[in-house]
């Protein structure tokens, strides 16, 4: 769906992804990690307070949790429980990338677009996934949760990318899967692209998106048309 008044603005080669659910297909794999320490930790509701959190930084959901939990539980325990497991299973099987996401990178530095990285995991955990995919070279500027101290959905981690890029918000596309990921990418003054995970777009996420669509295929296909 485009806004009508924009259709005909063309847009600056430049592009900032998110990674978590957008790259990787890391979001339903982070979920069943969370059920097993939920059960393990005899905690209620875990299905609601993941959804709160989809985009947020660790520091966002540790807050989350605080207010959900409050002394019931120990959140880094919790932590460190969900993201052991996480290891686990992304050493035995590697980490999924989602569909189309590889061609979708290789298209754009074929084609000269500048390519940023806006992700509210720490920028540590990033950087080695990116490396252990060969995704890593494709982007010339990465953030991460840890280097911004107000997280998804305000819209600093984006302003942040754009700053290093040194590029205009507004001449810039995101690719975001999560509401708070779109919320924080349209505050910022991105043109966003939507391509929802787990959660389904609302009315809100239709009016705050750009275009809405189903994959990165259909991204690549829309950027080969258009830019």
């Given amino acids: 769906m485009y806004k009508e008044m924009e259709m005909n603005t063309r847009m600056k080669k430049q592009i900032i992804f998110d990674m978590d659910g957008v790259l990787f297909d890391t979001e339903n794999l982070v979920f069943s990690c969370w059920k097993f320490a939920a059960g393990k930790f005899m905690l209620t509701g875990i299905e609601d307070v993941f959804y709160q959190v989809i985009g947020v930084s660790s520091e966002g959901t540790k807050k989350v949790f605080s207010k959900t939990y409050g002394d019931k539980l120990d959140y880094a325990q919790f932590r460190e429980e969900t993201h052991r497991m996480f290891d ?24 000269g677009w500048r390519v940023g990285l806006a992700s509210s995991t720490r920028v540590q955990r990033v950087e080695e996934m ?11 500027v990465i953030v991460g949760g840890d280097m911004i101290e107000k997280s998804k959905p305000e819209p600093d981690i984006y302003l942040n990318v754009c700053e290093k890029m040194k590029i205009n918000p507004k001449d810039t596309y995101a690719v975001e899967d999560s509401h708070n990921g779109v ?21 809100e996420m239709e009016q705050l ?13 829309y950027l080969a048309k258009n830019a």
């Fill in 88 to 111: 686990e299973k992304i050493e035995k099987n590697g980490v999924p990338l989602k569909t189309g996401a590889r061609e979708l990178l290789q298209f754009l530095k074929i084609n």
């Fill in 130 to 140: 990116l490396k252990a995919t060969n995704l890593y070279d494709f982007f010339e």
């Fill in 183 to 203: 919320r924080s990418a349209a505050a910022a003054g991105l043109r966003v692209l939507h391509v929802p995970d787990m959660l389904k777009p609302t009315k």
């Fill in 209 to 221: 998106s750009y275009m809405i669509f189903p994959d990165l295929i259909e991204v690549r296909e």
